[in-house]
């Protein structure tokens, strides 16, 4: 009886037994699965602060360019990577910015950062979405995040970032 007692002790220190295992990879699962989404989520929020920073930057330079102009303009601006011959595209590794200025009416202005990879606008799948500035020509501002500038659709992405359904920032 006490050789019975020594061997089972032996063989259940050995290690674990193929359930136990499998308990512990479902659990990791179900982990998995509940904190990629989140996850995701917030990568994209970072990505779309930093995004919200550019244009606040922009934004600054074109007000302080129409206080002394009376109108908004295309400038060299502290962006990074202009585009030179237009001088109304730039970006990141991460966001291809494209500004507006109507040709006449220089008093409103609109800038878009469309999400983009290694510098490059994506123009499908799950990251198609950008933050979109407008400033009326009363100094009115308005952020909303969709799927692209002419497209006015909020992806799921958009209401995750923003907290809203329509895409407005609060």
Not at 88 to 101: C, D, Q
Not at 108 to 121: L, S, V
Not at 148 to 158: L, M, R
Request: net charge positive.
């Amino acid at each position: 009886m006490q050789s019975y007692k020594r061997n089972f002790l032996k063989r259940k220190s050995g290690g674990f037994t193929l359930i136990e295992l499998l308990v512990v990879v479902l659990i990791i699962g179900i982990l998995a699965t509940i904190a990629l989404p989140e996850y995701t989520k917030a990568v994209e929020k970072a990505n779309a602060a930093e995004a919200i920073t550019l244009l606040r930057n922009l934004l600054t330079a074109e007000k302080a360019y129409k206080l002394s102009n009376l109108g908004f303009t295309a400038l060299d601006l502290q962006l990074p990577n202009i585009d030179p011959e237009t001088k109304s595209k730039a970006h990141t590794e991460n966001w291809a910015i494209e500004m507006e200025i109507h040709p006449l009416y220089p008093t409103t202005f609109r800038a878009f950062a469309g999400r983009a990879k290694n510098g490059t606008r994506v123009s499908s799948g799950s990251y198609q979405y950008g933050i979109l500035l407008v400033v009326g020509s009363d100094g009115t501002e308005t952020w909303t995040c969709q799927q692209s500038s002419g497209n006015g659709t909020v992806p799921k992405i958009c209401k995750a970032i923003t907290g809203t359904t329509d895409g407005t920032f609060k």
